[in-house]
């Protein structure tokens, strides 16, 4: 499960790079403060074509608890959005992580591109591609008897 605020950038992004990385694997996204069946942004649409990912069809989703219990790992773009899987869904708490932990370099948060030009959106799903990969990479190989909270 990715997350973010709105699910109408980043976590879908998220999810589809995601599932092509790690095609074995159900992805799901979701948001925090998600109004709900809104599609994605403008920014997110174009840019995402860049990286092969279509978003055309993407409805938004608000995250709730039968998405935590069904989740194995919860992956956020920023500390406040594991605070608060954190505070309201203690289930979640050992399946949550960053996506930015991913990352090979600080700053591990991934800012909201929303309302920003294709160039902010451009270096977020570059950010969000290269963690992406990395967890693809990890979640490939031979983990057997180890939860996804604990991938390093």
Same mark, same amino acid.
């Given at each position: 499960?990715?997350?973010?605020?709105?699910?109408?950038?980043?976590?879908?992004?998220?999810?589809?790079?995601?599932?092509?990385?790690?095609?074995?694997?159900?992805?799901?996204?979701?948001?925090?403060?998600?109004?709900?069946?809104?599609?994605?942004?403008?920014?997110?649409?174009?840019?995402?074509?860049?990286?092969?990912?279509?978003?055309?069809?993407?409805?938004?989703?608000?995250?709730?608890?039968?998405?935590?219990?069904?989740?194995?790992?919860?992956?956020?773009?920023?500390?406040?959005?594991? !605070?608060? $899987? &954190?505070?309201?869904?203690? *289930?979640?708490?050992?399946?949550?992580?960053?996506?930015?932990?991913? #990352?090979?370099?600080?700053?591990?948060?991934?800012?909201?591109?929303?309302?920003?030009?294709?160039?902010?959106?451009?270096?977020?799903?570059?950010?969000?591609?290269? !963690?992406? $990969? &990395?967890?693809?990479?990890? *979640?490939?190989?031979?983990?057997?008897?180890?939860?996804?909270?604990? #991938?390093?």
């Amino acid at each position: 499960m990715v997350i973010c605020h709105g699910n109408i950038c980043r976590s879908p992004f998220a999810e589809r790079r995601l599932a092509l990385c790690c095609p074995q694997l159900e992805v799901r996204s979701a948001g925090l403060a998600a109004g709900g069946d809104d599609p994605v942004q403008p920014g997110a649409l174009r840019i995402g074509t860049e990286f092969g990912v279509d978003l055309s069809d993407h409805i938004s989703h608000r995250l709730d608890a039968d998405d935590i219990e069904w989740a194995d790992l919860i992956l956020g773009m920023q500390g406040r959005h594991e !605070a608060s $899987v &954190r505070q309201r869904w203690p *289930l979640g708490r050992p399946k949550m992580r960053l996506l930015g932990d991913f #990352l090979p370099s600080v700053p591990h948060e991934i800012e909201d591109p929303w309302g920003e030009t294709d160039e902010v959106f451009r270096s977020v799903f570059e950010r969000i591609s290269l !963690a992406t $990969v &990395r967890i693809g990479q990890i *979640l490939n190989e031979e983990h057997e008897g180890r939860p996804y909270t604990t #991938l390093e």
